[in-house]
Structure formats: structure tokens, C-alpha cells
Nanobody, 123 residues
Framework: QVQLVESGGGLVQTGDSLTLSCAASGRTLVIYNMGWFRQTPGKNREFVSA????????RYADSVKGRFTISRDNAKSMVFLQMNSLKPEDTGVYYC????????????????WGQGTQVIVSA
């Protein structure tokens, strides 16, 4: 299995940028497709972005397309989410998730989850 720890969240203003990091330990990251999700109070956990194991393909929720960029550094066992032009509706706890490549692309489900990092965007 793989263990995931998110970091980089914080309190920012509308229009600011943040880069979230997800550090993985355990099995090599190259065998996982990776995703970012967020949880807003009163809402189900929402898909934000995903990146294929070899970074050959990415996906984004329509709400963040053009503003967020997902990337990964398999040698460093890291996944990143660069968030630009942040809006109050981007507020939430952001979770990093890993899906074994056998789950396909895009992943049918994610097996491993971090504990989240809080992002608050004030108006």
C-alpha cells in the first residue's frame, strides 16, 4: 500500500494562488494513478483533478479547469496541485488519493487517501 500526506493549505484571498503537495510513502508511486478531491461542508467529496501514473494524461473538474494544474514527480514520490485564481467556492479540505493502475484510467475508484489539508479562500 501507499501512505499519503497532504500539505500546503492555508488562508488566502480571492485571486491568490496556492500549491498543494502530496507526499507518498510505501510502494513506488509509479504504480498509482493519482487524484485530488475536496470536501466542502454540506457537500459530498468532490473530484478536482487526476493524473495518470506516467503523467501522460490529466483530468479536471469543470469548476477548476484553466485555473488548477496537477503534476507529479514520481522520483520524489510527490503529487502537486497548483491552484490559481482562487475563489471562495474553492474553500474546502483537499485530499490526495491513489488508485492502483488496475483500476483503469480514469480510475474507477481510489484505494488510498490522505487526511487532507485545509484551503480557505476569503472574499
Amino acid at each position: 500500500q501507499v501512505q499519503l500526506v497532504e500539505s500546503g493549505g492555508g488562508l488566502v484571498q480571492t485571486g491568490d494562488s496556492l500549491t498543494l503537495s502530496c507526499a507518498a510513502s510505501g510502494r513506488t508511486l509509479v504504480i498509482y494513478n493519482m487524484g485530488w478531491f475536496r470536501q466542502t461542508p454540506g457537500k459530498n467529496r468532490e473530484f478536482v483533478s487526476a493524473i495518470k501514473s506516467d503523467a501522460a494524461s490529466t483530468r479536471y473538474a469543470d469548476s477548476v479547469k484553466g485555473r488548477f494544474t496537477i503534476s507529479r514527480d514520481n522520483a520524489k514520490s510527490m503529487v502537486f496541485l497548483q491552484m490559481n485564481s482562487l475563489k471562495p467556492e474553492d474553500t474546502g479540505v483537499y485530499y490526495c488519493a491513489a488508485a492502483v493502475v488496475g483500476a483503469g484510467w480514469p480510475p474507477r475508484g481510489y484505494e488510498y487517501w490522505g487526511q487532507g489539508t485545509q484551503v480557505i479562500v476569503s472574499a
